[in-house]
T-cell receptor
């Protein structure tokens, strides 16, 4: 079985540019999560979806961040405009259970904003 | 709001020895799950072990076991017979009524040969 697939693995961009991170969850999983990992703040939940519907976006840092899930097999996290403080590893994860169960993580997208 | 605290930023253990990583959490919920995830240098997040709060028996997975103290809100991870491949960042995580996980800040484990 294919795991959670994220792209790109690495992204280097300049301040002010738009960044789009992509995620394909595991087939059959109905929940999708976007986390951000930094040295200072650890793993933070940005937003999560159940059945393609955003449930909790309270972790989204500001209006520059947006996430969509147009269908069960694809999600995007967009940052526009990007800033150096957005540099981090962004993880996508998915799970099958409506109640908490194991999250399956992608390999992460490392974003560097110069 | 639920919180997860890992008070040991770094730990070190000799190969073949045993090490315990600490985790405490705070919640008012009675039904929840607790997890330990491992993140090696490859940065892949790997589930190590899971504990359901309603189960009194401590979870065990091969060399990994937990000491779950519900009243004390404590959830420590014991790694027996440590191996070089166990070197990684370990995260404790809480999952409650929603299906999101809240992570601690992590403990970086070094294994000395």
């Amino acid at each position: 079985d294919a795991g959670v697939i994220q792209s790109p693995r690495h992204e280097v961009t300049e301040m002010g540019q738009e960044v789009t991170l992509r995620c394909k969850p595991i087939s059959g999983h109905n929940s999708l999560f976007w986390y951000r990992q930094t040295m200072m703040r650890g793993l933070e939940l940005l937003i999560y979806f159940n059945n393609n519907v955003p449930i909790d976006d309270s972790g989204m840092p500001e209006d520059r961040f947006s996430a969509k899930m147009p269908n069960a097999s694809f999600s995007t996290l967009k940052i526009q405009p990007s800033e150096p403080r957005d540099s981090a590893v962004y993880f996508c994860a998915s799970s099958r259970a409506r109640r908490t169960g194991e999250l399956f993580f992608g390999e992460g997208s490392r974003l560097t904003v110069l | 709001a639920q919180t997860v605290t890992q008070s040991q930023p770094e730990m070190s253990v000799q190969e073949a020895e045993t090490v315990t990583l600490s985790c405490t959490y705070d919640t008012s919920e009675s039904d929840y799950y607790l997890f330990w995830y491992k993140q090696p240098p490859s940065r892949q997040m790997i589930l190590v072990i899971r504990q359901e709060a309603y189960k009194q028996q401590n979870a065990t997975e091969n060399r990994f076991s937990v000491n779950f103290q519900k009243a004390a809100k404590s959830f420590s991870l014991k790694i027996s017979d440590s191996q070089l491949g166990d070197a990684a960042m370990y995260f404790c995580a809480y999952g409650g009524a929603t299906n999101k996980l809240i992570f601690g800040t992590g403990t970086l484990l070094a294994v000395q040969p």
